[in-house]
Structures are given as structure tokens and as C-alpha cells.
């Protein structure tokens, strides 16, 4: 069995045979279990232990209700570890290390390989490290307070990142060439991580899959409502923030899990509000460290951002998730302001909005009413609104900021991999589904899915473009293959992932962006 000293003593490691041969060492404890009295705070550094510790099993999962699986798993709040896994345990020289934090929507997810296999990375040297976070309640509980300002599922992440700086060289791993990326709330946790002056040199590369904290639903406008509605919810109704949180310390883990509110009475209604418990923006006048201070739009428009390398991206469908529960929608769609960015009516008159709601229905449904047989046009409207348009702002923003490179791309691969858009019955849609790329990085065993000569092809080519990254901060340093150019505000190029060709464009869905610039007053 293979054996790794680190900080907190030594670990005992187990050889995988999985697509190829590899060592893991999971279910090691990257922070003191968050329980008890801990119960959502900040997360504390994690203890020593003696002798040799088992690192052959993944660590508890978050308590959560396990969405792709469509079960709750109790798992136990004591749940914050990570795992690492490597081909080899002394290389000739130390190898780069990809961080992976997975999505979830904050409410769902793991870390595990059962879904996360390492198989793919792993086959272009390097080190893939994954971690478990507290989510829904547990991670994101507000209370605007010192003891609960919010935010705790991020802060695991950064104490994630930390035992990953200090302890990756004991793998092989160099600890100098760390890239962090994610997948939808993983992705926006990554773009959070670039700006947050706690996670500032953790990390030296970044990639963002589907979502970036420009994106609306990445943060929370109603934190601590949500935290007394849930109180009331469990029996507890009170205006005290002390009181509340007395009691929901003491709470059965299982009554935190999957909950159900009731709707935010707001001027500002939104389809983002059905996220209940996510990132907040902390007090600053609090007396504690905090993750981020200022909403993101702020924070990108005053440039305070990571100096580092980054790629970002879409999928060519994105909307389908939103789009396949139009059923639940089509009555609030069909209201006033619905289809305008909160970001948006949030800050502008009625009349404004009134004016913009207008135009976003010309523009994506002609101006007829939305019905049952507008799902591709809400998919189209919500791919853009929920995530296109702020992505591509992101990398605007960024480019222009750090004069660092970005670089840009769109997943446009469709095979019997394409799992997710399957599962929601929706293939008569356009477009790759939100999150239908993960299974092209990832050997997922928990569910059935292909694995065809030709989407091994393209999984070794996706994958090889994020490990080109991760040693370089290129890309595509080899020859062979169309060069992925950087993008910038004057040269918009887009690497183009499709299932026969990697091809760099320019100016990609130019005429929605292009709306969207002239709707937000950026252009």
C-alpha cells in the first residue's frame, strides 16, 4: 500500500485499476469537522493524527438530496475531505495539479469518483485533486452576523485549497502550478476564488465551465429571509438572530436537507430566487475574515481580480436546464419584467424595465406570447440571459482588467456520452445541455453511460486541452491542431469543441451578444 507523509501524519493510499493504473488517497480531512458547535462557521484547521491514517475510501458526503441519483444521502456533516489521485508518486519532476470543484447548484454533489473517476486526466501527467464542501444550509446559512455571515461552503473550499498548496508536493505534485476549475456552481466558486482576496495565491490557473459569479443565480439577494422563513418553517418563529440560530444548531441534520420555502414576496421577482441557499455578499462592517464584500458586477467593473491565466466557456445548449421545466414557469414567464436580468430590474425604474422586457420578447419570440411551444425559444433566451451573455462579459471584464491571457470557448460535442440532455427527454432541443460535457472528463461509473472509440477520441482531446493548460497556461502548445487564440475586448475568439474538429473563431453568437450589450449599456 502506498504511503504519503503530509502535514498531519502519514496516509495509506490504495493502486486503482481503473481505464489504466493509478494511486488514490481519498477521504483525507482538509479541515476539523464542522459539527457540534461548529455547526455553520467558518471551517478550522484540521488535526493531527497518529500513525498510519486509511485513505482507501472517500470521506461522508455532505448530508444533501443526491439529485443525479434521486435519493437523499444522509451522509454526515462531518464531511470535508478531499481526495487526490496520481499516476505517479515520485515523478522525475513534480507534476502540475488540477483542482476540481464540482457543481451542484450548492445544494447537490461530491467529490467522489464514482462519478468524478480521475481515469482521463490522469492519462496526461498530471495530479487530479477533488473535495467534498458543505452545501444548501450547511455551507451557505446566513445571518449577517460574526458568527454566521455566510459563505462557510466556500470557505471549506479555500481551506481545501490551502491543505492542497501545503501538502500536494508529498504526491509528486508541484505546488507552483496549481490550476482550480469547475462546473456550473463549481465554476462560479472557481470565478469567486478570482476574486476573493482570501483565496489570493492558492492558485495560479483557473477554468471556468458554465458559470461565472456574474451569473445572477450565483449569489443570493435574500439570505437572511431565507434563514427566518426556514426557522419558522421547522417550528421557530422569531425576530431574534440569536435565538434562530440557537436553534437551528440544534436542528436533526436530515431536517436541513432539500428544503422547501415559500416565494420572496419582491418587486424584483425572479427565476433565480428558486436557489435558497448560495453565495452571499458578507457585511463588511463584520470583524471576521471575509470572502467577498461587494457584488460581483462591482467587483469586476473596479478590476480587483487574480492575476493569473484563465479559460471560460458554454455549452451550446445551457438553457435546456432551465428550459425543461417551462411547465412550472410559463405563469411567471409570462409576467411583466420576468425575462429581464435581476441585475437589471434591480436597479432600474419600472419604466426601464418595462422597455427592456419588451425587446428580449421581440427578439427571442417575435413578439408572441410564450407558450408550451416555445421551449427552444426559452431555451435560446435563458442560454444567453443565465449564462452566454455574463460569461463572455466575464472574460471582457478580465481581459481588460489584468492584461492576463483568457481564453475562450464553446463545448459543442454530441454522443451517446450526452447523458443529462437524454435524462430531461429533451434531444429535440438544440444544443449541448448544461453540464453534458462533464461526462467527456470524467469516467463516471454510477450511472450507465457509453464510452464509444469515438468519444474516447474526443475525451482525450478535451482533456488534453486542459492539461496543456495546466503545464503551460496554453491551451494548445502542439502543433496539429487549430492554434486557440486568446480572446480579448478587440479580438473575440472562441475555440469552437466540436466532435470532428477544435476550430477558433471569431465573433461567436455575435448578433445575441451584441443585444445583450445594448440591453445592459455596454457596448
Known sequence: MPLVRVTQGILKGAICEGIGKYVAFKGIPYAKPPVGNLRFKAPEPPEAWEGERDATEHGPVCPQYNERMNRIDAGSEDCLYLNVFTKNLSPPRPLPVLVWIHGGGFYTGSGNSDYYGPDFFLEHDVILVTFNYRLEVFGFLCLDTEEVPGNAGLKDQVMALKWVKNN?????????????????????????????KMSEGLFNKAICQSGVCLNEWSYNIYAKQRAFQLGKLLGKETEDVHELLEFLKNV????????????????????????????????????????????????????????????????????????????????????????????????????????????????????REITMDSIQEVANLESDKLFVFNIIRFARYFSRRTSMPVYLYKFDVESERNYTKKTYKMEALKGVCHADDLPYQFNVT??????????????????????????????????GEDKWEPFTDTERNCYIIGNHSLKCARNVDEKNNSFWEIIYGEQ
Open 252 to 367: 436533526p441534520t436530515l431536517s436541513l436537507v432539500n428544503v422547501e420555502l415559500p416565494r420572496i414576496e419582491s418587486d424584483h421577482a425572479d427565476i433565480t430566487d428558486s436557489i435558497l441557499f448560495g453565495p452571499v455578499i458578507e457585511k463588511s462592517h463584520l470583524r471576521i475574515e471575509k470572502f467577498v464584500t461587494e457584488a460581483p458586477p462591482d467587483i469586476l467593473n473596479r478590476g480587483n481580480l487574480a492575476k493569473v491565466p484563465i479559460i471560460l466557456g458554454y455549452t451550446s445548449g445551457e438553457g435546456i436546464e432551465i428550459a425543461r421545466k417551462l411547465q412550472y414557469t410559463l405563469g411567471f414567464m409570462s409576467q411583466a419584467g420576468s425575462v429581464v436580468p435581476r441585475e437589471l430590474k434591480m436597479k432600474w425604474a419600472s419604466e426601464k424595465v418595462k422597455d427592456a422586457d419588451q425587446r428580449i420578447r421581440i427578439h427571442y419570440f417575435g413578439g
Open 168 to 196: 500536494i508536493a508529498a504526491f509528486g505534485g508541484d505546488s507552483n502550478n496549481i490550476t482550480i476549475f469547475g462546473c456550473s456552481a463549481g465554476s462560479t466558486a472557481t470565478s469567486y476564488h478570482l476574486v476573493s
Open 446 to 479: 454510477n450511472i450507465d453511460i457509453p464510452l464509444s472509440e469515438e468519444s474516447k477520441r474526443i475525451i482525450r482531446r478535451f482533456t488534453k486541452l486542459w492539461c496543456n493548460f495546466a503545464k503551460t497556461g496554453n491551451p494548445t502548445p502542439t502543433e
